[in-house]
């Protein structure tokens, strides 16, 4: 069993940047690939970073990529989502999401409960 955590949200304006952290407890996050999803009111939860569970790879949306870095803290047990010049269109809750297989293809085991980022333009 692995509980994820998120911090890291708040109200920025846009160009400013947030980092985004998950903590990993009850299993080492490097057992999983992880990754970072986001929902923004009435739309569905859409991808956004992946890092493998080596992290010896990433995958990121065509909408973010360029501007948030995911990574990851061994010795923490904790995930990281750098997101730099942001946009309104990046408000939006998100979540940290864990797997033992992909985070792109699925399934996932395991999901925070999410953290709230507002851009104001």
């Known amino acids: 069993q692995v509980q994820l955590v998120e911090s890291g949200g708040g109200l920025v304006q846009a160009g400013e940047s947030l980092r985004l952290s998950c903590a990993a407890s009850?299993?080492?996050?490097?057992?999983?690939?992880t990754g970072w999803f986001r929902q923004a009111p009435g739309k569905e939860r859409e991808f956004v970073a992946a890092?493998?569970?080596?992290?010896?790879?990433?995958s990121y949306a065509d909408s973010v990529k360029g501007r948030f870095t995911i990574s990851t803290d061994i010795a923490k047990n904790t995930a990281y989502l750098q997101m730099n010049s942001l946009k309104p269109e990046d408000t939006a809750r998100y979540y940290c999401?864990?797997?033992?297989?992909?985070?792109?293809?699925?399934?996932?085991?395991?999901w925070g409960q999410g953290t709230q980022v507002t851009v104001s333009s």
């Open positions: 999401a864990a797997s033992r297989m992909s985070v792109v293809a699925g399934p996932i085991d395991y």
């Open positions: 009850g299993r080492t996050i490097s057992s999983y690939a």
């Open positions: 890092i493998s569970w080596r992290g010896s790879s990433t």
